[in-house]
């Protein structure tokens, strides 16, 4: 097996653990058993249970994320958030676990002190990002932050309902739950 493959495996295979059992749940023995390989070569690519979670939410994690907003545009708001939403039903079985363990980090369930530092800091740009895309659409602008901030909270809704819990959500149902959000913008 190559090494890339090998890797790969050791990874996709740590998802599972860590979805299953959590961060301090999971053992690299147990992710190496499970793998196929010895308790060494797991440590030969990754020094740390700590440095394998940590790469698994720093760059796949931010990969699936930074993937997903790619595809936004930010001139019809309604169909692209509609877009962004319905496509996360459209995930792989990995990617969705990978999705659903920054989400435990995020909301402070699992990881360690400095993921969950990082991910605070990317929380505190989730609503400047909405905004500098909402704001420039809405009529009333005394109304901007309140829609945002409503429109954040739906999105967490139904990421949460797609990733977490393992729903297939219908895109006019997530189109006309959004725009009810949006029905303030031009």
Not at 32 to 57: T, W
Not at 92 to 112: N, P, T
Request: with cysteine; net charge negative; hydrophobic share 40%.
């Amino acid at each position: 097996m190559a090494d890339s493959d090998m890797k790969a495996k050791i990874k996709s295979v740590a998802v599972d653990h860590f979805n299953r059992d959590g961060y301090h749940g999971a053992t690299v023995r147990n992710i190496a058993r499970d793998a196929g390989c010895s308790l060494p070569m797991v440590n030969y690519y990754f020094k740390s249970k700590q440095e394998l979670f940590h790469e698994i939410i720093k760059r796949d994690y931010f990969e699936l994320v930074e993937r997903q907003a790619a595809g936004f545009r930010a001139g019809d708001l309604l169909e692209s958030y509609t877009q962004f939403v319905f496509g996360l039903n459209h995930l792989s079985a990995h990617e969705k676990k990978v999705y659903r363990l920054g989400i435990k980090v995020y909301l402070g369930f699992d990881g360690d002190s400095a993921l969950m530092e990082l991910l605070d800091q990317w929380e505190k740009s989730i609503l400047p990002r909405h905004c500098k895309l909402v704001l420039p659409h809405v009529k009333d602008a005394k109304d901007g932050a309140v829609i945002v901030r409503a429109l954040v909270h739906l999105l967490e809704n139904l990421v949460e309902s797609i990733v977490v819990k393992g729903r297939f959500l219908p895109e006019e149902e997530i189109r006309e739950e959004l725009s009810i959000v949006l029905a303030n913008i031009q």
